[in-house]
């Protein structure tokens, strides 16, 4: 395979169009990667995701737009980089992708051994415990990634988001056209919480410790005279707790996970301070 990335891309405006036709035709024959200069459109690409410059998914129009070609760089780039040694202070990895540079400049803290990838984004005021964030993730500013926290591949986390400790947020890289998981400005998720599978997370949610969503999950509206069931995503500024329905099987009825949407945060609510206050509201463990 040819060249890994070089030490330093200089990031010009971009010519988006043009990347996107290189990477769309590298993608269906891969093949080419071989060739002397054929690799630089994925170089560009994933460059351009570590500075901020290109998104995976973007907000337009009230809904989100996946960027299939991005995804499809970010598997070349598997494809073209070689597995080696690196060292970071006292530690040694053995990886194909080198870890993210530059924190200091950036305005991001980030607490030992607190890990992202090059690949990944991390916008000003970010503050990145002892968790970790993967190639392809967009992390806006003024968001926590609290201690053991993980941010996988792909997934897009709003500006001042909380995701607690051990929050696991799941990583959607292929198929390259499937929505990843996407965290809206505001939210807060409580400790253990995991989202996978491209579940979207709508502005100033409020999910209790522990909530589990896949695609499939029943996200259930419990607040009102009847129950409104949503799969896939949580409605703007909802309080979620983790819940249990019973679902009949050949050999008997067992009750399975679900989630409860057991109110709304009032429009006093502060968002930066009284997080926590919302759950203790409606007697949730945060």
């Known amino acids: 395979m040819s060249d890994t990335r070089p030490a330093d891309l200089d990031l010009p405006a971009l010519d988006r169009a043009a990347l996107e036709r290189a990477v769309t035709e590298l993608a269906l024959k891969p093949e080419l990667l071989d060739l002397p200069g054929r690799a630089?459109?994925?170089?560009?690409?994933?460059?351009a995701l570590d500075a901020g410059q290109m998104?995976?998914?973007?907000?337009?129009?009230?809904?989100?737009?996946?960027?299939?070609?991005?995804?499809?760089?970010i598997l070349l780039y598997f494809r073209l980089a070689p597995?080696?040694?690196?060292?970071?202070?006292?530690?040694?990895?053995?990886d194909k992708i080198p870890l993210k540079r530059g924190l200091d400049r950036l305005g991001v803290r980030?607490?030992?051994?607190?890990?992202?990838?090059?690949?990944?984004?991390?916008?000003?005021?970010?503050v990145l415990m002892p968790g970790y964030v993967n190639i392809g993730a967009y992390v806006d500013s003024g968001t926590m990634v609290d201690t053991w926290a993980t941010v996988g591949s792909c997934a897009?986390?709003?500006r001042n988001v909380h995701l607690s400790g051990g929050v696991g947020i799941g990583g959607v890289l292929e198929p390259p056209s499937a929505q990843p998981v996407i965290i809206e400005d505001g939210a807060f998720l409580?400790?253990?919480?995991?989202?996978?599978?491209g579940v979207r997370v709508e502005q100033e949610a409020v999910l209790g410790a522990n909530v589990t969503l896949t695609a499939s999950?029943?996200?259930?509206?419990?607040?009102?005279?009847?129950?409104?069931?949503?799969k896939g995503r949580v409605p703007a500024r909802s309080v979620v707790i983790p819940g249990m329905r019973p679902r009949q099987f050949p050999a008997g009825s067992y009750d399975t996970p679900c989630a409860l949407i057991i109110g709304q945060r009032k429009a006093s609510t502060d968002q930066k301070t009284s997080l926590n206050q919302v759950l203790r509201d409606f007697a949730v463990a945060v």
């Not at 630089?40 to 460059?47: G, K, M, R, S, V």
Request: proline share 9%; net charge negative; aromatic share 8%.
């Open 83 to 94: 597995m080696r040694v690196l060292e970071v202070g006292p530690f040694e990895f053995h």
């Open 55 to 73: 998104r995976v998914a973007e907000p337009r129009e009230g809904s989100w737009v996946v960027n299939v070609w991005v995804k499809q760089a």
């Open 190 to 197: 409580g400790s253990r919480c995991i989202v996978v599978e």
């Open 40 to 47: 630089a459109p994925i170089h560009e690409t994933i460059a």
């Open 217 to 230: 999950t029943p996200i259930i509206d419990v607040s009102g005279p009847s129950e409104v069931v949503y």
């Open 110 to 126: 980030v607490v030992p051994p607190g890990t992202a990838r090059y690949g990944s984004f991390l916008a000003r005021g970010v």
């Open 156 to 158: 897009q986390i709003g």
